[in-house]
């Protein structure tokens, strides 16, 4: 990949613009398709996971007020 401008090492450390630059570029040389999907899903995992850590949280304080509703637990 580092024949097509992509660093592994520095990956984490390169900002949206660069990225979609590299990703353009190894897009327009035919370097697969699914390359460019797969590289924003894996950078949007991240994001991905907040949002589920959020849900999960939103759903204890949920099912903690109905059991305190429901049975007076404090």
């Known amino acids: 990949?580092?024949?097509?401008?992509?660093?592994?090492d520095k990956i984490s450390k390169i900002n949206?613009?660069?990225?979609?630059?590299i990703m353009?570029?190894?897009h327009k040389k035919?370097?697969?398709k699914n390359l460019l999907l797969n590289a924003n899903l894996?950078?949007?995992s991240k994001v991905y996971?907040?949002?589920?850590?959020?849900?999960v949280k939103k759903l204890q304080i949920f099912v903690k007020k109905i059991l305190i509703e429901?049975?007076?637990?404090?």
Do not use: H
């Open 42 to 44: 894996m950078r949007g």
């Open 49 to 55: 996971n907040r949002l589920l850590a959020l849900l």
């Open 1 to 8: 990949m580092s024949e097509y401008g992509l660093n592994i």
């Open 16 to 21: 949206t613009n660069e990225w979609y630059n």
């Open 24 to 26: 353009t570029n190894l």
């Open 70 to 74: 429901k049975y007076n637990f404090n």
């Open 30 to 32: 035919c370097v697969g």
